[in-house]
């Protein structure tokens, strides 16, 4: 369908051109890749869990006031996002030992944190995302101190208010991947606002009572059930209609 302009295709979404200035419209695929793209494969109706399940968790944020990009879900696979200024940085907020932290210091996975921990990783396909200090991240000029600070707020904010939401539906969210953009007002004023997706793509949910996994390590190690678990988060929050 030429109807449009393709401003960005990812490897899980397509941005496109949206109807009025300052917005995008953001299509979610089928695909999934891991490990910096070494692993890639199609699950089947992910785009449109995901699509729905973003669109619950952003539209329950935006209610507790937590700026976001997202406008409204227009279809299956489609919703309308605001434009915003991609800040180049992965802020990865870890609840539950699991992934590269339970590797990198041979802590079993699902170990509690004793608190919150948070890191930063540079987007760089080419570098492989590599994880980033303050320093790096304000020496190089890819988000201000100031930046930095919203980011960290608004991040343990939602951290905060994910894990009481999911946990209310048997999910323990053990860690997850927040991106930010910058969102520029009509009077040139900035927000740092949410981006991107909040799905079982980025986040691990794993289920409270047995620690079944229901995101994409499935996929990643090969598990199994991939979309039945996808699907099992929908189900739980209530979006798979
Ligand atoms: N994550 C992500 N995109 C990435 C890397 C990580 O969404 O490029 C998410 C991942 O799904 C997990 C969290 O960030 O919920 C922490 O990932 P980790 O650093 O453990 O890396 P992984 O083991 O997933 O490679």
């Known amino acids: ?138 020496a190089f000029g890819w988000a201000t101190t100031q930046d930095l600070d919203d980011m960290l707020s608004l991040g343990l904010r939602v951290n905060d208010f994910l894990i009481g939401l999911l946990l209310g539906v048997g999910l323990k969210l053990v860690d997850f991947k927040l991106e930010f953009g910058r969102l520029y007002t009509e009077n040139d004023e900035m927000r740092i606002v949410i981006a991107d997706e909040i799905s079982p793509d980025n986040c691990r949910l794993w289920d409270a009572r047995t620690n079944e996994r229901l995101d994409k390590d499935r996929f990643r190690e090969d598990l199994g059930n991939v979309k039945e678990a996808y699907q099992e988060v929908a189900r739980r929050l209530g979006v798979l209609t």
Do not use: W
């Not at 434009?83 to 990198?104: Q, T």
């Open 1 to 138: 369908m030429a109807r449009r302009r393709r401003i960005y295709e990812g490897k899980a979404k397509i941005l496109y051109e949206g109807p009025e200035p300052g917005t995008l419209i953001q299509y979610f695929k089928d695909d999934a890749s891991a490990f910096n793209n070494q692993k890639r494969g199609v699950i089947e109706g992910k785009g449109v869990l995901n699509n729905r399940i973003s669109e619950y968790l952003m539209s329950r944020l935006a209610e507790i006031g937590v700026p976001t990009h997202f406008v409204r879900r227009l279809n299956m696979r489609e919703q309308l996002v605001r434009e915003v200024e991609i800040i180049p940085i992965e802020v990865v907020i870890r609840n539950h030992a699991a992934g590269s932290i339970a590797k990198r210091f041979k802590i079993e996975e699902g170990t509690p944190l004793p608190r919150s921990i948070v890191e930063y990783y540079y987007k760089s396909d080419e570098l492989g995302d590599p994880m980033v200090s303050e320093e790096h991240i304000t």
